[in-house]
């Protein structure tokens, strides 16, 4: 027995960065909002126990219930896709507030290059500079479009951050002024500057002062605690939904948050959906909820597999490249080098987004003609607040347990240090995301598949970008310096970030994307469908800042479509190339 | 000194039952340092093994040899020496006890259905096997290829013998049926460490003192004060506990 549900303006399915925003902009114009959340309501109250690294990092108290739901994974079409029965390679977040609670909060604009790859790189370096295995293509936005968008969303956020040397225009500075800095910092900001480069302050969601944004919403100043990435902030000090754009919504009376409910399905006619369907995980009760306007917030996995599911929108084939949903997916390149330094730094405080960038080796900042690869990334060193249990760094050769383990991780616990590159990673034809034949969730439905392997083009780019990182920490004086290494194959288990992309792309033409700038999809005009799902490539930095600005954009594209109704933009229908 | 502690305490609870509310912004940096200093000109508690402490039984493991295995293993893995205490005295064997016994023995949170088939070296771990049987069949393996290769328990094997023999598992050069030996050893690895440095409240890191050998502060709420420090900074650490 399905209970059928008063239809309301717009329904929002997952609440995190991208559903929040949606959700606060349209009930702040009056618009009756429903919020569909799987998870449970989580508020800043709810961090009082968080400093406890075994509950939080270890065993993944914040992330998605593999044993309901999980994907399955291989890394070619040709193999049997099987179970992440385990978290690993990347995190999935959960509940109220989404992956934002746990994120670090590295707030980043994309740069131009990203929005026009195929266009600028083609321009520059000819038609044949990447192979056409690579299906890159220009967003369908430019960056000067996107700019007021990613100002409000760092204005929402309270982004403390200082201008890159390098980096595009800004109409603003940041809302708030850098963060403190520390000695490791200092002494990374000297190096980078003895090698001719360009650091700056990481554009940090942990907040350097107390902030009022502009819907009212009062954020705390950071305490360098060392527990962010993987935990939430228990004094409201980090940009999330939780203490913004959430309580922003439900002030206007306009929003109607429900937890606990699992959406299993678009209901639509082909052209235009009608509502979604959900399950109370709480009692199995299932609900229809019609509404004028689905809104699919729910994270790149879960945005692909519920247009899948619905049989909404074309899925995307390798085989013939024809189709769009579950295209492109792409994963981040993360670049290490860990230096091992004779003097001990005060490594257990920090802060998720407490760090120094350069730019000098992301984008098209340096050229490309004698090189082999596009892009690039950025390069940054956080002081994010080691914890003891997960960081054990010693120098290669050593046994990984027993007397020398003890004595080295010990001796070297406040005395290395890592910095990192968020390396761009560009779509192949075989990297997508299906719906597996075999396995399913607990709802009886089929789980997520995914399909991919690192490119050559990745591993170009992951072997660069190590290179160029421990350039810099040769030059802080390292006694040792040493490179982190990519596997041959990716791997399911090691975690190296959840910037996961890709799926449901945005595009100028819908022969090869699925929504228009407005991130609303061709194929039915009142179905949006906001996250780093649409991007349709990952670039050199973290993802949030550019999903922020994409939520903006589709809130206002919402609201024209809820005036005026039809597409938002003209197709520019090309041929498609082979 | 006791109700010094006791108004540290309450302040401490109002002020995080507080800050779930919107706080005013200058007065929190203050409200914080006071309230860590407060914390920090505390005695320390006086150690676990002068009291009788009941949390040290057995609520997974039924035979004590299991037990004995389990601790001989993770006292090589996390040895006693010259930094500080080993696994032993840490109180590792029942974390790991207790977990066992908990949803990480049975794998709660992760996904178990089949149907099970073995994958690539990239797929990850595909096995119905639960940590709790997973620990089980890979303690008896130690004991069994002990009075094998040594003729004795592997609780009466000088250290050596019993690096020796732990670094076939490290290898996979014993076979566990429907497991490698190797993703056994690496699951006992982990669970060490993490008994040695998780917060003492699961039954390890008893009195601190896998931070202590770290130099890590544990808990402590705010180093808003202290994070532009030149020099590093030693300071005893405090435990969940503190925050109730």
Known sequence: MVTKLDKVDVVVVGIGWAGGIISAELAKQGLKVVGLER???????????????????????????????????????????????????????????????????????FLPYDFELKTMTEKKYGKNKIPNEYTIQDWGITYDELEPYYDKFEKTAGTSGEESPLGPPRKNPYPNPPMKTTPMLELFTKSAKNLGLHPF?????????????????????????????????????????????????????????????????????????????????????????AADVVVLTSYTMNNSKLLLLSELGRPYDPKTGDGVTGKNYCYHITAKATGFFKDKYNASMGAGALGVTVDDYNGDFF????????????????????????ENAVPKGTKVWGKEFKQQSIKYYNRSIAAWAQGTSLPHRNNYISLDPTYKDAYGLPLTRLTYDFTEHDAKIFHFLTDRIAEIIEEMGAELVEKGEISEHFDIVPGWNDHITGGVILGDNPETSALNNYLQMWDAENVFVIGASAFPHNGGYNPTGTVGALAYRAAEGIQKYLEKGGQLVKANLKNKLA | MTN??????HSRRRFIKKSGLVVGGTLLGTFIGTSVQGNNQQSPPP??????????????????????TLSAATERIFPEDENGPGAIQLGVPYFIDHELASG?????????????????????????????????????????????????????????????????????????????????????????????????????????????????????????????????????????????
Request: charged fraction near 25%; glycine fraction near 10%.
């Open chain 2, 104 to 244: 990480y023995g049975h794998n709660d949170r992760e996904y178990m259905k089949g149907p099970f088939f073995l994958g690539s070296e990239f797929q990850g771990y595909q096995s119905p096997l639960k940590r709790r049987d997973l620990f089980l069949k890979g303690l008896r393996k130690i004991e069994e290829v002990s009075k094998n290769d040594y003729n004795a328990s592997f609780v009466d094997l000088e250290d050596e013998q019993q690096d020796e023999l732990l670094t076939k598992f490290e290898e996979d050069k014993v076979e566990i049926k429907g497991v490698k030996a190797s993703f056994f050893f690496n699951t006992l690895i982990s669970a060490t460490f993490s008994g040695a440095y998780a917060d003492p409240l699961y039954g390890g890191n008893a009195d601190m003192e896998g931070w202590n050998m770290k130099e890590f502060p544990g808990a402590q709420m705010s180093y808003l004060n202290e994070i532009e420090e030149e020099n590093f900074i030693k300071k005893g650490p405090i435990a969940l506990n503190d925050h109730m």
């Open chain 1, 367 to 390: 050229d490309h003609t004698d090189l082999d690869f596009i892009h690039g990334g950025s390069i940054s060193i956080k002081q994010l607040g080691k914890r003891p249990i997960l």
């Open chain 2, 4 to 9: 010094e502690k006791d108004t540290v305490n």
């Open chain 1, 39 to 109: 998870g449970k309501y989580k508020t800043t109250e709810d961090y009082q126990m968080v400093h406890d690294e075994y509950r939080y990092a270890v065993r993944y108290e914040l992330m998605q219930d593999l044993s309901k739901e999980t994907i399955t994974f291989r890394n070619n079409p040709d193999e049997q896709a099987l179970p992440m029965r385990q978290l690993g390679a990347f995190l999935l977040g959960t509940g109220v507030g989404g992956a934002s609670t746990h994120w670090n909060g590295d707030t980043w604009r």
């Open chain 1, 201 to 289: 302050r990481l554009p940090s969601g942990n907040l350097s002062q107390t902030y009022t944004n502009p819907d009212g919403q009062t954020l705390n100043q950071c305490q360098y605690c060392g527990f962010c990435e993987k935990f939430g902030c228990e004094y409201g000090a980090k940009s999330t939904p939780v203490v913004t754009v959430i309580p922003t919504a439900e002030k206007t009376g306009n929003f109607d948050l429900r937890p606990y409910s699992n959406v299993t399905g678009i209901i639509h006619d082909g052209k235009k959906a009608a509502g979604v369907r959900y399950v109370d995980v709480q009692t199995g009760e299932e609900f229809e909820q």
């Open chain 2, 47 to 68: 150690p676990t093994s002068e009291k009788k402490n009941y949390n040290r039984a057995l609520k997974f493991f039924t035979r004590r040899e299991d037990f004995d």
